[in-house]
């Protein structure tokens, strides 16, 4: 069976530091794998997806992901942390012969201190 | 840039209640989906929608839940008598092609059940 784990429910990192945001799946096919962002009283909006095309992928705002088949992985990263990173990331895996259905991590809150 | 919009962005109900939550899709998506996640919880898959049938449902989306597209631009979600533990942020996704795609999230309608 699909699924996401996010191994911190909770990052803290000073302003200018590298982030980290660790995601785990497993799949049964080759996965289509996705990072979404919520900031507080917003919705989710995607930062990056992974479609078996290049390992290491770039999205918005500096953010980049590397899928890693061997460790099943695919670690958010990002050089230097800005305070308006402050929000909840989401690790999601889409199921390709279920609809579309996303499957969903249960996200890690990154805090960003000045 | 185009996006899904959802209304109201907040709605409250008495228990028993029937509400529908409106999405408005980006204008040339074909595939319709909802979401929830209840206060401290995971982003659950409800229900995937295309060619005005359901392709797909979760075991959350029971008979007390429909989807319907009236028209050409809106995509409701009923529910018919809700319960204290509806109670959640209700997201609308959209896109175009379906499984692994990019889904396009709406910023979100909280419905409180009291």
């Known amino acids: 069976a699909q699924s996401v784990t996010q191994l911190d429910s909770h990052v803290s990192v000073s302003e200018g530091t590298p982030v980290l945001l660790r995601c785990n799946y497993s799949?049964?096919?080759?996965?289509?794998l996705f990072w979404y962002v919520q900031h507080p009283n917003k919705g989710l909006q995607l930062l990056l997806k992974y479609t078996s095309a290049a390992t290491l992928v770039k999205g918005i705002n500096g953010f980049e992901a590397e899928f890693k088949k061997s460790e099943t992985s695919f670690h958010l990263t990002k050089p230097s942390a800005h305070m308006s990173d402050a929000a909840e990331y989401f690790c999601?895996?889409?199921?390709?012969?279920?609809?579309?259905?996303?499957?969903f991590g249960q996200g890690t809150e990154l805090s960003v201190k000045p | 840039e185009p996006e899904v919009t959802q209304t109201p962005s907040h709605q409250v109900t008495q228990m028993g209640q029937e509400v529908i939550l409106r999405c408005v899709p980006i204008s040339n998506h074909l595939y319709f989906y909802w979401y929830r996640q209840i206060l401290g919880q995971k982003v659950e898959f409800l229900v995937s929608f295309y060619n005005n049938e359901i392709s797909e449902k979760s075991e959350i989306f029971d008979d007390q839940f429909s989807v319907e597209r009236p028209d050409g631009s809106n995509f409701t979600l009923k529910i018919r008598s809700t319960k204290l533990e509806d109670s959640a942020m209700y997201f609308c996704a959209s896109n175009t092609r379906g499984s692994t795609d990019t889904q396009y999230f709406g910023p979100g309608t909280r419905l409180t059940v009291l």
């Open positions: 999601v895996v889409s199921l390709y012969n279920q609809g579309g259905k996303l499957i």
């Open positions: 799949s049964s096919y080759s996965p289509s």
